[in-house]
């Protein structure tokens, strides 16, 4: 997709903003299979904090070669990653506050952009902008009032001034009543200081695709092959039938949405555990909101490691020691990019499918955004 670089001090952010939103060309099919479902174990919370479920590990063939898939998810190669507990759910907006009041912690977008992490996201020469340009916020998705080309996600996103977790679009939002809502508007940073105080950790690449297949191997979706499950769709996906992508009819590009969250087809978040739970006993694996993980992205990692393995079994990959995306048109290919998996209410048929469990993007770990949350795990 080309994508149109924007001026001023948070260029950088709404470039990555696209990470979540690519469209997709679909290439060949795949083989599916499964195995028997798992036994779902719930911790009691003696091993693990209560709230999670223990992931066996195991074998399983990470990736996809399926029509579907994106070049950034090829080819399938054999991976086995060791059990672990995680997280039931994403952690929520009521969890994120409990963590607030007894640090005191002040997220990322609560914060005055911080030029040295924004520039290295711009072409190399980029002058700096004005102080008065750095105010704190985050990326918004603000949706359009018609139907427009989707080749520009600027239409549609926007950086809101006062946007932050507490208020996820925009100073006249708020979360109340949302408490079991995903927490979002979190950078990876922020991510990573609540998983030091809960005491856990985010989930490495290979064992967030595990989690998330629920026993299912090589499916389509985490729920199977077919989009839909007896005409609904089985997660908080945008659906299309309903009202065309990115259309809010109140949209505002100077304001945040006032449309009402609904599950299924919304602009928003829904409550955690609104959709089935996987084998695994883990609820909106894909859909919702987008989770960050551990690895730093490399577009080409995949065919790295299929090449460096030969096809024999890669034990707990850990990710790459760099990043590498030459597909994000206007920022360095060598930009410092993590992770992000599971799509989130935004994704849909006609412009972003990556509620597919190999789908993976690359986002800018100081960029906060509406739709970008994350769960944790715990070794056993």
């Given at each position: 997709?080309?994508?149109?670089?924007?001026?001023?001090?948070?260029?950088?952010?709404v470039?990555v903003?696209?990470?979540?939103?690519?469209?997709?060309?679909?290439?060949?099919?795949?083989?599916?299979?499964?195995?028997?479902?798992?036994?779902i174990?719930?911790?009691?919370?003696?091993n693990?904090?209560?709230?999670?479920?223990?992931?066996?590990?195991?074998?399983?063939?990470?990736?996809?070669?399926?029509?579907?898939?994106?070049?950034?998810?090829k080819p399938?190669h054999r991976?086995?990653?060791?059990?672990?507990w995680?997280?039931?759910?994403?952690v929520?907006?009521?969890?994120?506050?409990?963590?607030?009041?007894?640090?005191?912690?002040?997220?990322?977008?609560?914060?005055?952009p911080?030029?040295?992490?924004?520039?290295?996201?711009?072409p190399p020469?980029?002058?700096?902008?004005?102080?008065?340009?750095?105010?704190p916020?985050a990326?918004?998705?603000i949706?359009?009032?018609?139907?427009?080309s989707l080749?520009?996600?600027?239409?549609?996103w926007?950086?809101?001034?006062?946007?932050?977790?507490?208020?996820?679009t925009?100073?006249?939002?708020?979360?109340?009543?949302?408490?079991?809502?995903?927490?979002?508007?979190?950078?990876y940073v922020?991510?990573l200081?609540?998983?030091k105080?809960?005491?856990?950790?985010?989930?490495?690449?290979?064992?967030?695709?595990?989690?998330?297949?629920?026993?299912?191997?090589?499916?389509?979706?985490?729920?199977?092959?077919?989009?839909?499950q007896?005409?609904?769709?089985?997660?908080?996906?945008?659906d299309v039938?309903?009202?065309?992508?990115?259309?809010?009819?109140?949209?505002?590009?100077?304001?945040?949405?006032?449309?009402?969250p609904?599950?299924?087809?919304?602009?928003?978040t829904?409550?955690?555990?609104?959709?089935?739970q996987?084998?695994?006993?883990?609820?909106?694996?894909?859909?919702?909101?987008?989770?960050?993980?551990?690895?730093?992205?490399?577009?080409d990692?995949?065919?790295m490691?299929?090449?460096?393995?030969g096809?024999?079994?890669?034990?707990?990959?850990?990710?790459p020691?760099?990043?590498?995306?030459?597909?994000?048109?206007?920022?360095?290919a060598?930009?410092?990019?993590r992770?992000?998996?599971?799509?989130?209410?935004?994704?849909?048929?006609?412009?972003c499918?990556?509620?597919?469990?190999?789908?993976?993007?690359?986002?800018?770990?100081?960029?906060?955004m509406?739709?970008?949350?994350?769960?944790?795990?715990?070794?056993?």
């Amino acid at each position: 997709m080309n994508l149109k670089r924007r001026h001023w001090v948070l260029a950088a952010t709404v470039l990555v903003a696209a990470v979540g939103l690519s469209s997709y060309l679909f290439l060949r099919t795949a083989e599916v299979s499964s195995i028997a479902p798992p036994k779902i174990i719930h911790s009691d919370g003696k091993n693990a904090p209560e709230g999670m479920v223990w992931v066996p590990g195991g074998e399983f063939l990470m990736g996809s070669d399926h029509q579907k898939a994106q070049i950034n998810e090829k080819p399938v190669h054999r991976v086995k990653v060791s059990g672990f507990w995680m997280d039931s759910t994403h952690v929520t907006n009521d969890q994120f506050a409990k963590f607030v009041k007894e640090t005191n912690y002040r997220t990322t977008a609560e914060q005055i952009p911080d030029w040295d992490t924004i520039k290295v996201q711009l072409p190399p020469g980029t002058p700096k902008p004005p102080a008065s340009a750095f105010v704190p916020g985050a990326m918004v998705f603000i949706g359009t009032k018609g139907a427009v080309s989707l080749d520009d996600y600027s239409q549609w996103w926007a950086y809101v001034p006062g946007a932050d977790w507490r208020h996820p679009t925009g100073p006249n939002s708020s979360i109340d009543g949302k408490g079991n809502h995903p927490v979002v508007q979190v950078s990876y940073v922020d991510a990573l200081a609540y998983a030091k105080w809960a005491g856990k950790r985010l989930p490495t690449e290979a064992e967030w695709e595990f989690a998330a297949r629920g026993g299912l191997n090589q499916a389509t979706y985490a729920w199977g092959d077919q989009l839909e499950q007896e005409g609904k769709l089985p997660a908080n996906i945008w659906d299309v039938k309903k009202r065309p992508f990115p259309v809010v009819p109140d949209a505002n590009p100077k304001v945040s949405p006032k449309v009402s969250p609904k599950a299924g087809g919304a602009v928003g978040t829904s409550s955690v555990g609104s959709f089935p739970q996987n084998g695994y006993g883990l609820f909106d694996m894909t859909g919702n909101a987008w989770q960050w993980v551990a690895d730093w992205y490399r577009f080409d990692y995949f065919q790295m490691q299929a090449k460096e393995s030969g096809n024999h079994l890669i034990i707990n990959p850990q990710g790459p020691v760099d990043s590498f995306d030459p597909a994000d048109y206007g920022v360095p290919a060598n930009a410092p990019k993590r992770v992000i998996r599971g799509g989130s209410f935004l994704c849909n048929e006609d412009y972003c499918q990556s509620y597919r469990p190999s789908a993976r993007r690359g986002a800018d770990p100081y960029s906060p955004m509406s739709h970008l949350g994350f769960r944790l795990v715990k070794s056993d």
